[in-house]
């Protein structure tokens, strides 16, 4: 484990990466805050855990935010690592799509981000020590069919987090951005939608979604290695090149992945 401080700090908390993160950083006897507005999910995560600490918190809202670091930092003492991974993903065409949906992942997905590493930014950064992984995605850099306000949001999410990176450079501190591609989380599972069974049932067929302990241990040998932007897995980096060179091949072959999911699902 590429971590060895007193206290983490995990928003997204209450389910997916951020679960499965709280609780492997707490059987090495981490004290972990692990941040959420699922309070349920909250309470299911810390279960059986003395050292995961539940706070409920809206990181769309920035006072909201300042609070819960305030209370963190006043209980357990100072953030030695912030890994922030809250986000939600509606999916559906712009069209389909309400100007409220559009904005609102915005707010959760990008806002949260800044509100976060803002809040944690100033003490890291004073005692010259500090993590601060953030959680952006693939399709911030590869435009994906029925994703596209979701990324919007990892695309201002990534270039956000490189631009932190590079002002911090020779800060003592290790800022990551980690770009995955589809990871079999719960996220997957909130589009409740006509593309439900279709497109991500297939793509999970194919081998294309990724199990969260993968991107969590690419996650820690990156960090050990200092490398800043990481992609998880041969599918992210590929994924990633064949955009840079055929921006149009990734659409197009992502557009006839969802219309075979599409003709799966008619057969059923």
């Known amino acids: 484990m590429a971590f060895h401080g007193h206290l ?7 389910s997916g990466l951020g679960r499965l993160a709280a ?29 995961i600490h539940p706070y ?27 890994m922030h991974g809250a986000a939600i993903m ?28 803002k809040a944690v930014l ?8 500090g993590d601060i992984v953030i959680f952006g995605s693939l399709t911030g850099d590869v435009p994906s069919p029925w994703m596209a306000a979701y990324s919007a949001t990892k ?7 490189r631009q932190l990176i590079r002002e911090n450079r020779g800060s003592g501190l290790r800022i990551a951005l980690v770009c995955p591609p589809a990871v ?24 294309l979604v990724i199990e969260p302990d993968f991107v969590l241990d690419e996650m820690e040998r990156a960090l050990e290695k200092g490398r800043e932007v990481i992609f998880p897995g041969k599918l992210a980096q590929f994924g990633q090149l064949i ?4 921006p149009d091949f990734s659409w197009q072959f992502l557009q006839l992945m969802e219309k075979a999911g599409d003709i799966e699902k008619s057969k059923r």
């Open 8 to 14: 983490a700090v995990i928003s997204g908390g209450a």
């Open 23 to 51: 609780r492997r950083l707490a059987a090495q006897g981490v004290q972990v805050a692990i941040i959420d507005l699922n309070e349920k999910g909250l309470g299911e995560t810390a279960h059986g855990y003395r050292n």
């Open 56 to 82: 409920l918190c809206d990181v769309a809202k920035h006072v909201d935010v300042e609070r819960t670091i305030a209370e963190i930092q006043n209980r357990h003492g100072q953030i030695d690592r912030l």
């Open 90 to 117: 509606p999916m559906g065409l712009l069209n389909e799509l309400s100007s409220t949906q559009i904005v609102r992942q915005m707010h959760i997905n990008y806002d949260g981000t800044v509100f976060l590493t």
């Open 122 to 129: 100033p003490d890291m950064l004073q005692r010259r020590t």
């Open 155 to 161: 695309a201002a999410t990534n270039m956000y987090a």
């Open 184 to 207: 079999n989380t719960p996220l997957l599972d909130t589009n409740k939608t006509h593309h439900e069974g279709g497109f991500l049932a297939l793509c999970r067929k194919a081998g």
């Open 243 to 246: 955009n840079r060179v055929a």
